[in-house]
């Protein structure tokens, strides 16, 4: 079956960066648009950005733009997400999904499959 398993997250002071990785099985990874998303307590699932299945185009919300890049290996089946400048308002739980839709891709209900999520907190 589909699995998608995000690692990378913990606990983190403010101004550090981090690198999220999602490692894909089950599934036919290059031919996906690979997205992430994160949901903050008490907030909606929010996009942050996906990346092409050929990796050659990517697209971030306005809010992560300049600070969150998202890289992709088709050999080795994973994406990352590279997160940098991280704010307490960073805090919440990341993860990563597929869609077979064409890039961009903005919307939740348009990815299939969705790793667990990881954590990451950002203290003050």
């Known amino acids: 079956q589909v699995q998608l398993v995000e690692s990378g997250g913990g606990l983190v002071q403010a101004g550090d960066s981090v690198r999220l990785s999602c490692s894909a099985s089950g599934l036919a990874f290059s031919k996906y648009t690979m997205g992430w998303f994160r949901e903050a307590p008490g907030k909606e699932r929010a996009f942050l950005g996906c990346?092409?299945?050929?990796?050659?185009?990517?697209h971030y919300a306005d809010s992560v733009k300049g600070r969150f890049t998202i890289t992709r290996n088709n050999p080795k089946n994973t994406v990352d997400l590279q997160m940098n400048t991280l704010t307490p308002e960073d805090t919440a739980v990341y993860y990563c999904?597929?869609?077979?839709?064409?890039?961009?891709?903005?919307?939740?209900?348009?990815?299939?499959?969705w790793g667990q999520g990881t954590q990451v907190t950002v203290s003050s």
């Open positions: 999904a597929a869609t077979t839709q064409n890039a961009p891709v903005y919307v939740s209900n348009a990815y299939v499959y």
């Open positions: 990346i092409s299945w050929s990796g050659g185009r990517t």
